[in-house]
């Protein structure tokens, strides 16, 4: 039996009469040990608990990390808000020390509210102070889990971009080592000076010529030329013929090119004079394939400050769509091969004045539930357009949609349909309160199995949005 001396140490039950605390009856013993949890977080709540001794850490799950949201100590209680919420445990609490507390389950806690009013306003006081306070902490962490993303992304794609440039590299140098053996052999044949000069020409006007594509592309009527080469070559017994002519046809030598080759130069040399330029060519096309890569290294490290726009002022006018191609980018390697990214843009919007960090967040959020609902393959479509004095900026998805049931509680903070290590529950209030709250603009979503959209609608100008408002209240 509790020692009703020991219960008006808490300051909550300091005031209550003998009678009224005789509800400490309805609650029981329970004792911990370290490390053991009493809470977990996502699971349903239940029950109300008074500290008597020891330490309790709450700690809230967010990606793989468990981020601490405070800490009970004695004379501590909690576990009201969520059944005054209705609401599961939003963390996860574990004894730090050996602990001691009174517990009452959902009957015995409105039983007591019941018996002893004068205490339900400072419970109601803690609910709103805790919720707040969480949500603030959940924030922080929710942003740290987005530059984490952020991280993440630019990791693999600079980790990709940089080991092309080093494969590119080391075939630059070994084509170096080869490049005057071959240039021994041209002049093994003796050329005369017009058709040295010949060479010359040619090779800077297949150079100027020369565009460097990715080697996955190939652009159209590519492989029709190569083919013509291919015959041309094996005709000539000419080894290796396919990368001869992939690297020939790069530089838009064709058959005409090749037959005029043939023409000029002496009898027997072509095969060291095709050797020889494409030596050339191909270490041209590495030497720009290692260009292409560091400037890709420079955008990417300009994307992730651009991204949070470091050393920015936080309210400035922006193209809109410059912030969904940043996101874009710090989320390429979520979207993989299987993920076809749609753009419908209305490029003649003009620059509008919104939030570009915290916008972002949105974007990424959105996005990033899109990329999971899809599950590696399906269609993401970027749209946007100017409706009245608005911009309508619509994000879809071919997902798995979301159930009509729950989409009213989307926006509610810490809903979440995903594991606790998956999902915050924070993502889309964030993009919720981003949108209505700090850019005066509009949120709404329409989803059904195979098609998910949401549309955010914004003020072409939120200085002046933000000075009605002002007025409205004057």
């Not at 060479?199 to 029709?224: C, K, S, Y």
């Amino acid at each position: 039996m509790i020692d009703l001396k020991v219960l008006r140490q808490i300051p909550l039950f300091a005031d209550l009469r003998d009678e009224q605390l005789d509800f400490a009856q309805l609650g029981c013993d329970r004792s911990l040990q370290p490390g053991e949890i009493l809470a977990v977080e996502g699971e349903p709540s239940g029950y109300f608990w008074v500290l008597l001794r020891g330490e309790i850490q709450c700690a809230k799950q967010v990606g793989d990390r468990q981020i601490p949201w405070t800490n009970f100590e004695p004379h501590s209680y909690f576990g009201h808000e969520l059944i005054l919420l209705d609401q599961p445990y939003l963390t996860t609490a574990r004894a730090l020390l050996e602990s001691y507390l009174l517990e009452f389950d959902t009957a015995a806690f409105w039983k007591m509210m019941e018996l002893c009013p004068s205490i339900n306003r400072e419970l109601l006081i803690s609910t709103a102070q805790r919720t707040q306070d969480l949500g603030a902490v959940s924030l922080q962490a929710e942003k740290l889990v987005s530059l984490g993303t952020l991280t993440s992304g630019l990791a693999q794609e600079l980790q990709h971009v940089a080991a092309t440039e080093r494969e590119a590299v080391e075939h630059l140098q070994e084509l170096f080592q080869w490049l005057q053996p071959l240039t021994l052999k041209l002049n093994a044949h003796h050329m005369t000076s017009d058709q040295q000069e010949f060479l010359i020409t040619l090779q800077q006007t297949l150079l100027e010529r020369m565009t460097i594509f990715p080697a996955e592309v190939n652009p159209q009527g590519w492989q029709v030329q190569e083919e013509e080469i291919v015959q041309w070559l094996l005709k000539r017994s000419i080894p290796h013929p396919q990368k001869f002519a992939k690297v020939l046809t790069r530089a838009g030598l064709d058959i005409t090119i090749l037959n005029d080759i043939e023409s000029v130069v002496p009898d027997g040399s072509v095969c060291a004079v095709l050797a020889w330029l494409k030596a050339t060519l191909k270490s041209l096309a590495l030497a720009n394939e290692v260009e292409f890569s560091t400037q890709h290294i420079a955008e990417l490290v300009q994307a992730a400050k651009d991204y949070t726009y470091l050393d920015q002022a936080p309210l400035q006018e922006m193209d809109i769509h410059e912030g969904l191609e940043r996101t874009l980018t710090v989320l390429n390697h979520r979207l993989g091969s299987g993920i076809e990214v749609i753009r419908e843009f209305d490029r003649t919007l003009p620059p509008i004045c919104v939030y570009g960090g915290d916008l972002n967040q949105v974007w990424t959020h959105l996005i990033d539930n899109a990329i999971d609902a899809m599950a590696g393959k399906g269609q993401l479509l970027l749209r946007t357009t100017q409706v009245d004095e608005r911009v309508l900026i619509e994000i879809a998805d071919t997902g798995s949609g979301i159930p009509n049931e729950i989409q009213p509680f989307i926006f509610d903070q810490f809903f979440t349909t995903k594991a606790t290590d998956n999902g915050t529950g924070l993502g889309l209030p964030i993009a919720h309160r981003v949108v209505v709250n700090q850019h005066r603009g509009q949120i709404q979503v329409h989803s059904k199995p195979g098609c998910t959209c949401f549309q955010i609608y914004l003020p072409m100008d939120l200085r002046e949005s933000e000075s009605a408002t002002v007025s409205q209240v004057a």
